[in-house]
């Protein structure tokens, strides 16, 4: 019982250390997209081996903080439906959820984008993509959103209106830009009159502030 107990807490201790690198990293890597792994190794306060025991490689490490938004976006997802009253609120909570994740990473969803394949991306953000289009379909039936898109086709449309607005933000085309405006742009690409969808997004925001 002693060595499972020592495996276990040996185990626990090697996910916080990964976890607490992956939080130094992007905090890092915000700072300085180019920032080196000696760098990020200095920062968390590790040695080289211990970094490089838990990502091999600067694209390894980048891969790993990928991962992790995207958890957190999937964790943002579940959040978001708690307590809607219809569709198009379970979106708006949604986006506002995601947003928030994004605006912290959306630094690091650039670099993301050229250190990751395409494909990696689409994998990592499918199962959100599939809670999408389950939401977007239901609000379709109710009528709430437009069927003019079969609802996986929308929820791409969607995934892809949220990362363009947050590479907006980076690229400094859009300085105004914030989560009621994206919550309100992606509900009204989901075919929610202009004037409920920033009623809706507002509301929201404001409850969850």
């Not at 109710?142 to 947050?166: C, I, K, N, R, W």
């Not at 994206?182 to 690409?189: D, G, S, V």
Request: net charge neutral; hydrophobic share 50%.
């Amino acid at each position: 019982m002693a060595v499972l107990d020592t495996v276990a807490t040996g185990g626990a201790r090697a996910r916080s250390n990964r976890l607490r690198i992956l939080a130094v990293a992007a905090q890092e890597l915000s700072r300085n997209p180019q920032a080196s792994m000696d760098d990020v190794a200095r920062a968390a306060g590790v040695v080289r081996r211990t970094l490089y025991g838990h990502f091999p490689s600067r694209d390894a490490l980048i891969d790993g903080i990928a991962q992790q938004a995207a958890r957190e976006v999937t964790e943002a997802f579940h959040r978001g439906q708690a307590d809607a009253d219809s569709p198009d609120e379970a979106m708006a909570r949604f986006t506002l959820a995601v947003w928030e994740v994004g605006d912290r990473y959306r630094l690091l969803i650039a670099l993301a984008q050229r250190n990751l394949t395409s494909a990696g991306i689409h994998e990592l953000l499918r199962p959100v993509r599939e809670k999408a289009a389950e939401l977007l379909e239901n609000g379709q039936r109710l009528g709430v959103f437009s069927d003019h898109l079969p609802a996986p086709a929308l929820s791409y449309a969607v995934e892809s209106m949220t990362l363009g607005l947050l590479q907006a933000v980076n690229d400094g085309a859009w300085e105004n830009g914030g989560a009621v405006a994206a919550a309100t742009a992606c509900l009204i690409a989901a075919g929610v009159p202009a004037g409920r969808a920033a009623s809706v997004a507002e509301r929201i925001a404001a409850a969850r502030a």
